[in-house]
């Protein structure tokens, strides 16, 4: 199963991929994830990458679509995977369909919130340093001891910025997929719970739901 997981920043795309790969043995292909550990190395596409992460603009295309063309010739992706914040514009959106040649994506889950409720979740979320776990101060607090992070980009002037870039670039894919007929839209709003069993829903009964 070939899954993408679309959406604004903070809707929680990630803490939804860690329950589809517990779900179906697939690996979370984050292209963030895999950017910040760059940047955290201090290697040549960590150094290029933080200058445009902090300022909460998307990396360019050419350089993530090269990035996720590597990592999904690894072994662990042949039963598929889990695209969790790629493709982000309509030139990465292409540049994967190239990649996949005659195979295609299965589901695209498009996780849908208010940029209230997105300001909210990212001023507040906080990263577990050692297991990379997802917490947010109020709704889902980190247990005491566990030693956590507030990311660069999750202050609040940088939250708009992403979210202002995520209409311009990104938002165009919904249309995308829907004329391809893969998209499913998710009231990200709801508990966490709840989107973990409309997910389950959408990817056991397929097109027909
Ligand atoms: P990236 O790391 O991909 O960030 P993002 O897409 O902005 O998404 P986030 O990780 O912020 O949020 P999420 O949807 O995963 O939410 P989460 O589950 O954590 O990208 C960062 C940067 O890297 C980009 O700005 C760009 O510079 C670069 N980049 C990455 N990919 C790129 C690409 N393809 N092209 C170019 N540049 C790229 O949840 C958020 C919070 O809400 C948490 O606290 C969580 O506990 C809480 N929460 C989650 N679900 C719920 C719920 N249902 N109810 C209540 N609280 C919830």
Redesign the pocket.
Known sequence: MRII?L???????????KFIQEMYHIPQI????I??ENVKKNTDLGKK?RE??D???????K??IEL?KTRLQQDDCLKGYIL??????LA?AEGLEKALGNENVDRVLF?N?SDS??ID??T????DRETGA????K??PPPEGVRVIH?D??KEETVKN?LR??REQTEPLVKFYKDKNILYEIN?????Q??NSLIKDILNRGKET
């Open positions: 997981l959406g604004p920043p903070g809707a929680g795309k990630g803490t939804q991929s984050s292209t963030g994830d950017l910040r990458a445009y992460m300022k909460g603009e998307l990396v360019p295309d350089v993530i996720v969790d914040g790629f493709p982000r514009t990465q996780v919130v409720v997105i979740r990212l507040l979320r906080r990263i997802i917490y947010h101060l709704n889902n990311r980009d999750d992403r870039v995520y990200g709003e709801k508990s966490v709840e989107i």
